[in-house]
């Protein structure tokens, strides 16, 4: 038997994925008003650092109730757009709560949030637009030395489509919406359900990749399976929410298990330590690049759970941290396709040299290797698909996937993820 007739044994003796859906049914918005009404004083959201540096804004902390208000207000004055529901808005942040605030509110508003990595130049900023067919465009006034609204109007002057720019201040142009004055009117509308989302794999701004809000709802379902979350820890992260592996090792996790998130955007040391040492148990994650630098840093007794992000291609050798120093994770992004995530980075290479003998959970995600050697998937947690200008594709989560990658093996273990 093949490894992917083991894999298809796997799946049709798992219980309905319908059932197993991580607590997200009505999508990350709705999971913000679920825990504002059971604990409204539990905080929500924070920011490290010295922010006002950054994005001339102080860091705040936001607890459910506050962020569920604001979240609502957001949602009300986008509603008010003249767009069609389910229309495609742009996500363009440097990360940070006011991130997160966007990407819930526009998913409440009833529309399409599409995440956009903050590194873009203004080329790449028009073609993701174009690309993504975006009606409009939230984003923030300053980050560091630059001014995205003041970029992002300049965009909009060769972008036709693009209806609809909005803004968190200081430093928001003429022609911008401001987002905190929308953030002060009255009147909070309910969350509609959520339509899933788009990232760009890569990073491309010309490859958006659609994801349904059932499919992110396994993905995050299927990387809290290993270690579930609880509602008193806080997710610590270095990560930020313009893709796939930001939104479910941070935002998406806090909020399924109502936990706290605490982002570390843009990287600052004194804020890192500062942040570590808040006295609230901690799930802590990190890209794996920085693992020789976390080597030379002592993690406090606040850090439950380190959790430790590759991104494919990968070395999966490298041990700067010992897996028995902290209770670990690892997590491999294979693209804006999938996230395996396995108890420590032995299981993780089981999993990859070996999928039928180390499965994942069924009603969420299968792996198996193909006759070439190459890594495919199926199930809810990786079912995406390219988006078009036009109708929202309906990708099938049972159908197999080719991940783009192969493991790369020595003496029968997993050393390392190439690209095919």
Not at 3 to 25: I, T
Request: charged residues 20%; proline residues 9%; neutral net charge.
């Amino acid at each position: 038997m093949n490894a992917f007739a083991v894999a298809e044994r796997a799946v049709e003796a798992a219980p309905d994925a319908s059932a197993r859906s991580g607590g997200l049914p009505g999508g990350l918005s709705a999971c913000l008003f679920a825990a504002a009404r059971a604990a409204p004083q539990r905080t929500a959201l924070r920011d490290s650092g010295d922010r006002a540096a950054w994005c001339g804004r102080p860091a705040i902390t936001w607890t459910y109730a506050a962020a569920a208000e604001i979240v609502g207000r957001l949602a009300r004055g986008i509603g008010a757009w003249r767009l069609p529901a389910g229309s495609r808005v742009g996500l363009w942040f440097s990360g940070g709560a006011e991130a997160a605030l966007a990407h819930l509110a526009v998913e409440a508003a009833g529309h399409l949030p599409c995440a956009m990595p903050a590194a873009w130049d203004p080329g790449q900023l028009a073609a993701g637009i174009e690309a993504a067919n975006l009606l409009g465009v939230l984003t923030e006034g300053r980050r560091g030395v630059r001014r995205p609204a003041e970029e992002l109007t300049h965009a909009a002057m060769r972008q036709f489509s693009l209806r609809y720019l909005a803004a968190f201040g200081p430093g928001v142009p003429d022609g911008v919406i401001s987002l905190d004055a929308m953030a002060l009117e009255r009147g909070v509308a309910e969350p509609a359900p959520s339509r899933g989302l788009v990232t760009f794999e890569g990073g491309d701004p010309e490859r958006p990749v659609y994801r349904s809000a059932e499919a992110l709802a396994a993905a995050i379902a299927a990387h809290c399976d290993v270690l579930p979350l609880t509602a008193d820890e806080r997710v610590l992260t270095l990560l930020p929410a313009h893709d796939l592996r930001g939104l479910v090792t941070g935002l998406g996790a806090a909020l399924a298990a109502g936990a706290g998130l605490e982002t570390v955007i843009p990287f600052e040391e004194a804020g890192f330590r500062t942040a570590l040492l808040r006295p609230v148990p901690t799930r802590l994650v990190v890209p794996a690049l920085i693992e020789p630098a976390l080597a030379a840093l002592p993690l406090p007794w606040t850090v439950r759970v380190l959790n430790v992000v590759h991104r494919a291609p990968a070395s999966l050798t490298r041990r700067a941290v010992p897996d028995g120093e902290k209770p670990r994770l690892d997590s491999l992004v294979l693209g804006e396709t999938a996230v395996v995530t396995r108890p420590g980075l032995s299981d993780l290479a089981a999993t990859l040299a070996y999928p039928d003998r180390a499965p994942l959970p069924p009603a969420h995600l299968a792996l198996a290797r193909g006759e070439d050697g190459g890594l495919a998937c199926r199930g809810p947690a990786c079912a995406s698909a390219p988006l078009p200008r036009g109708a929202t594709p309906e990708p099938e989560a049972w159908a197999w996937r080719g991940s783009g990658y192969r493991p790369v093996l020595s003496g029968g273990a997993a050393i390392g993820v190439a690209a095919i």
